[in-house]
């Protein structure tokens, strides 16, 4: 099994360009979830997903948009991108928490800078 | 979910145990305590959990105060490669609930 990939591994933008970030994951996991590191700080979750056709905001959700047309892939797209959004993303999928239990299984992450 | 202090660094040599504390002094009685680790720059790695039993895995054990105010993570015989940032998280019970990463502790492990 491959786990959680992610696509591309590097990107450079000039602001207002726009890119979609491919998450795929082949374990059969309902949720699915996009978060952001910027240097020094924690994950800060943007968007995630219950389940195929379900999206949610998470704590900074503004300037993305999200898709979940398949239950495998969850797309993270900036339509105009910005210097603020430059940062390494990471994307996760989890079964359905229960009880306590909510593992996540992260991708490598994607290294986004934007000019 | 309630928040967690974790100091911002430690060493540890390698070969002995790396004691890993965390405060999290409002946590409320659903709420479960984890611990991920992010070695270098790759995606975090779940270690382990618990709500108020002390947890023992192949990786490390979670010891859990009786007022579960903190916690420690033990990793028992640290090798050069658990040199990461640890986060320990608080997280509540329910399916909306989610993980909300700090800044962690970085440990740095020692010849």
């Known amino acids: 099994n491959a786990g959680v990939t992610q696509t591309p591994k590097f990107r450079v933008l000039k602001t207002g360009q726009s890119m979609t970030l491919l998450c795929a994951q082949d374990?059969?996991?309902?949720?699915m979830y996009w978060y952001r590191q910027d240097p020094g700080m924690g994950l800060r979750l943007i968007h995630y997903?219950?389940?195929?056709?379900?999206?949610a905001k998470g704590e900074v959700p503004d300037g993305y948009n999200v898709s979940r047309l398949k239950k495998q892939n969850f797309l993270l797209g900036l339509e105009s991108a910005a210097p603020s959004q430059t940062s390494v993303y990471f994307c996760?999928?989890?079964?359905?928490?229960?009880?306590?239990?909510?593992?996540?299984?992260f991708g490598p992450g994607t290294r986004l800078t934007v000019l | 979910d309630a928040k967690t202090t974790q100091p911002p660094s430690m060493d540890c040599a390698e070969g002995r145990a790396a004691n890993l504390p965390c405060n999290h002094s409002?946590?409320?009685?659903?709420?479960?305590v984890y611990w991920y680790r992010q070695i270098h720059s790759q995606g975090p790695q779940y270690i382990i959990h618990?709500?108020?039993n002390n947890e023992t895995n192949e990786m490390a054990s979670l010891i859990i105060t009786e007022d579960r105010k903190s916690s420690t993570l033990i990793l028992p015989h640290a090798t050069l490669r658990d040199t990461a940032v640890y986060y320990c998280?608080?997280?509540?019970?329910?399916?909306?609930?989610?993980?909300?990463f700090g800044t962690g502790t970085r440990l740095q492990v020692t010849l």
């Open positions: 618990g709500l108020k």
């Open positions: 996760a999928s989890s079964y359905r928490p229960t009880g306590g239990y909510n593992e996540q299984f």
């Open positions: 997903s219950v389940g195929e056709g379900t999206t």
């Open positions: 374990m059969n996991h309902e949720y």
């Open positions: 409002t946590i409320s009685g659903n709420e479960y």
């Open positions: 998280i608080v997280r509540s019970t329910g399916t909306a609930s989610k993980l909300t």
